[in-house]
T-cell receptor, first 109, second 114 residues
Framework: GQSLEQPSEVTAVEGAIVQINCTYQTSGFYGLSWYQQHDGGAPTFLSY????GLEETGRFSSFLSRSDSYGYLLLQELQMKDSASYFC??????????FGKGTRLLVKP | GAGVSQSPSNKVTEKGKDVELRCDPI?????LYWYRQSLGQGLEFLIYFQGNSAPDKSGLPSDRFSAERTGGSVSTLTIQRTQQEDSAVYLCASSPTPDMYEQYFGPGTRLTVT
């Protein structure tokens, strides 16, 4: 089957660094995306990796290892506003698009 | 510029009734997606439209669900004979390219079937 696995919850303190992992199993692979969703809000696009390596966008970075079917989202200098759910996502069979179940990040002062 | 809009924002309906949910994508975006999100869960892919190509309907959970996209723009998701398990937030997203990786989401329609 096709799936993306990520931890259900992560807690960190303000100013710290946190890593959210994602392992995937898809029939084909076209890259890994990351989305942020605040409670009651819509998902917003954060980052995308088509190739192995690290992509950096401000405080957020995303990493991909295609050989390990693994990626992660790295959040640095955590702020209270980063408390949200984070989803990894990838294209599935045909033109379907699969999301992980999400990791709920709680940032504490 | 204007983002993706959806209407209604909330819909309460009785079991067995039909509902129509509307999505207005960002102007010029050729790709459009519908998802369903149950409370505390991830997003479940429903259907994908790309330009004038045949849609990918592989995610529709039953034949009670259908969707159309008129003129390559506005899309309507129709659920016939609603059931309580259809209660969820229905999200629409659009993308400027068929690459799919960067999608812009609307605020969603919260559907409650009583």
């Amino acid at each position: 089957g096709q799936s993306l696995e990520q931890p259900s919850e992560v807690t960190a303190v303000e100013g710290a660094i946190v890593q959210i992992n994602c392992t995937y199993q898809t029939s084909g692979f076209y890259g890994l995306s990351w989305y942020q969703q605040h409670d009651g809000g819509a998902p917003t696009f954060l980052s995308y990796n088509a190739l192995d390596g690290l992509e950096e966008t401000g405080r957020f970075s995303s990493f991909l290892s295609r050989s390990d079917s693994y990626g992660y989202l790295l959040l640095q200098e955590l702020q209270m506003k980063d408390s949200a759910s984070y989803f990894c996502a990838a294209r599935g069979q045909g033109f379907s698009f699969i999301f992980g179940k999400g990791t709920r990040l709680l940032v504490k002062p | 510029g204007a983002g993706v809009s959806q209407s209604p924002s909330n819909k309460v309906t009785e079991k067995g009734k039909d509902v129509e949910l509307r999505c207005d994508p960002i102007s010029g975006h050729t790709a459009l997606y519908w998802y369903r999100q149950s409370l505390g869960q991830g997003l479940e892919f429903l259907i994908y439209f790309q330009g004038n190509s045949a849609p990918d309907k592989s995610g529709l959970p039953s034949d009670r669900f259908s969707a159309e996209r008129t003129g390559g723009s506005v899309s309507t998701l129709t659920i016939q004979r609603t059931q309580q398990e259809d209660s969820a937030v229905y999200l629409c997203a659009s993308s400027p390219t068929p690459d799919m990786y960067e999608q812009y989401f609307g605020p969603g329609t919260r559907l409650t079937v009583t």
